[in-house]
C-alpha cells in the first residue's frame, strides 16, 4: 500500500475471518520505515552476487539475439499477418497465466513484451522511435520485433531488457552505483541527442507526426519551430518568462525518463524502456520532464536527474513548473 492512501478492510465473516486489530496496525506503521531500511542496510552490506555462470550464459545469449535479430525481424514478418497476430494472441495469454496480468504493458514468453489495443487507441508512436535508436545508438533499450495493425487491432512487439526498475532498486544501489548510474544515463542522452532527425518539422514526433507527451496532455504538432511550440506550451501571457525567449537545440528525447522506466540489474542500468513519449524537443525537455510529476520527500532521483545533466536546465525548470502549477486542476 502506498503511503497516504485510504484503505477499508471488510469481513463477512468475523467469527471465521476476524479483522486484525487496527491497533497492530497502528504499532507496525510506526516501525515498518525503520524495518525496512535495515532491510536495505542489510541488502547493500551483502553486495552484488558476483557473476555466474547462468548470468554469463544469459548475457551472452542475450547478445546473439541482438546480434540476429534483423534477419530473424526480416524472415518473420514474411508470414502471413493472421499467422503472425494469432501468434501474438497466443503469447499474450500465455504470458497472462505465467506472469500476470499487465497494463499497459504484458511480459511474454521469450524475453518479449507485447502492447495489445484498439487500433485508435494506441498511437503508433514507439515503432519509429525504436527503429531510430537501433539504428542510431547502443543504448540498451527494447528491440522492436513488429507493429503489427490489423483491421482492428495494433500489437507493438517487442524484446525486454533484463533487470528490475529503478523506482523498485534505488534505495539498495550505494552512492557509487548512483554515480555510475548517472554517467550511464548521460551517456544514453549523449547518443539519443546525436540522432539526426528525418522530418521536416523541427519538433514533432519520431515519424514527423503530433507529439505524444502527457505533459502537453493531447496530440499537438508538429511545430516547426521552438517559438511556435512555447506558444502552445504556455497557457497565459503572464506566465511567459525569459527563458521562452531563449535559443535551445532540439533534440530526440525520451521525454519520459523516470524511475519506472529505468531497469537496472546488478547494480547498473540494463534498460530504458517506454518510447511512447519519445520525439525531437527542445534540450531542456529531457530533463525537465524526468523531474514533471515526481512525488515523495524523496530526492534520491532528482539527485541522479541532476548528476546526468551537470545541472544545467534550472531556469527552464523554473519556467516549466510555473506552468504545471497552472495546469493542475487542483
Same mark, same amino acid.
Given at each position: ?47 552484488? $552476487? ?9 548475457? +551472452? ?25 494469432? !501468434? @501474438? ?7 497472462? +497465466? ?10 511474454? $514468453?521469450?524475453?518479449?513484451?507485447? +502492447? ?10 514507439? =515503432?519509429? &522511435?525504436?527503429?531510430?535508436?537501433? %539504428?542510431?545508438?547502443?543504448? $540498451? ?12 487491432? !495494433? ?8 533487470? /528490475?526498475?529503478?523506482?523498485? !532498486?534505488?534505495?539498495?544501489?550505494? @552512492? /557509487? ?23 521536416? #518539422? &523541427? ?10 507527451? @502527457? ?26 518568462? #525569459? ?27 540494463? *534498460?530504458?524502456? =517506454? ?5 525531437? @524537443? ?28 551537470? *545541472? +544545467? ?7 516549466? %513548473? ?9
Amino acid at each position: 500500500m502506498r503511503s497516504l492512501e485510504s484503505v477499508v478492510i471488510s469481513t463477512k465473516d468475523p467469527q471465521s475471518m476476524p479483522l486484525p486489530s487496527a491497533f497492530l496496525f497502528d504499532i507496525h506503521s510506526r516501525f515498518c520505515n525503520s524495518l525496512r531500511w535495515l532491510q536495505i542496510q542489510d541488502e547493500m552490506q551483502r553486495g552484488r $552476487p558476483k557473476n555466474t555462470f547462468l548470468h554469463s550464459c544469459n548475457a +551472452k545469449f542475450r547478445g546473439m539475439i541482438n546480434y540476429a535479430l534483423p534477419t530473424l525481424r526480416n524472415t518473420w514478418i514474411c508470414f502471413p499477418l493472421c499467422a503472425r497476430e494469432l !501468434t @501474438y494472441k497466443l503469447l499474450l495469454n500465455v504470458g497472462v +497465466k505465467m506472469y500476470g496480468k499487465m497494463i499497459p504493458v504484458q511480459r511474454a $514468453p521469450f524475453g518479449l513484451y507485447i +502492447k495489445r489495443s484498439p487500433r485508435k487507441v494506441l498511437p503508433r508512436n514507439e =515503432d519509429p &522511435a525504436l527503429r531510430l535508436v537501433e %539504428q542510431h545508438t547502443n543504448v $540498451p533499450a527494447p528491440r522492436l520485433i513488429e507493429s503489427l495493425v490489423t483491421k482492428n487491432r !495494433t500489437y507493438v512487439v517487442m524484446t525486454r531488457p533484463p533487470g /528490475a526498475t529503478l523506482h523498485d !532498486t534505488i534505495n539498495t544501489l550505494s @552512492y /557509487a552505483e548512483r554515480s555510475q548510474l548517472a554517467s550511464d544515463l548521460r551517456s544514453s542522452v549523449s547518443q539519443f541527442r546525436k540522432i539526426p532527425n528525418p522530418n521536416s #518539422a &523541427a519538433i514533432c514526433s519520431p515519424n514527423g507526426g503530433p507529439l505524444l507527451d @502527457y505533459r502537453i496532455t493531447d496530440p499537438s504538432g508538429p511545430f516547426d519551430s521552438e517559438e511556435s511550440f512555447n506558444n502552445h506550451i504556455i497557457s497565459r501571457s503572464s506566465l511567459r518568462s #525569459a527563458i521562452h525567449d531563449r535559443h535551445h537545440e532540439i533534440f530526440f528525447s525520451h521525454a519520459d525518463l523516470n524511475p519506472i522506466n529505468i531497469l537496472i540489474e546488478r547494480g547498473r542500468l540494463s *534498460g530504458i524502456v =517506454d518510447f511512447s513519449s519519445a520525439g525531437f @524537443y527542445p534540450e531542456y525537455w529531457e530533463y525537465t520532464k524526468g523531474v514533471y510529476g515526481h512525488l515523495g520527500l524523496d530526492r534520491s532521483w532528482l539527485d541522479i536527474l541532476g548528476d546526468v545533466f551537470d *545541472g +544545467k536546465y534550472g531556469d527552464e525548470l523554473a519556467a516549466e %513548473q510555473l506552468l504545471w502549477e497552472d495546469e493542475n486542476p487542483f
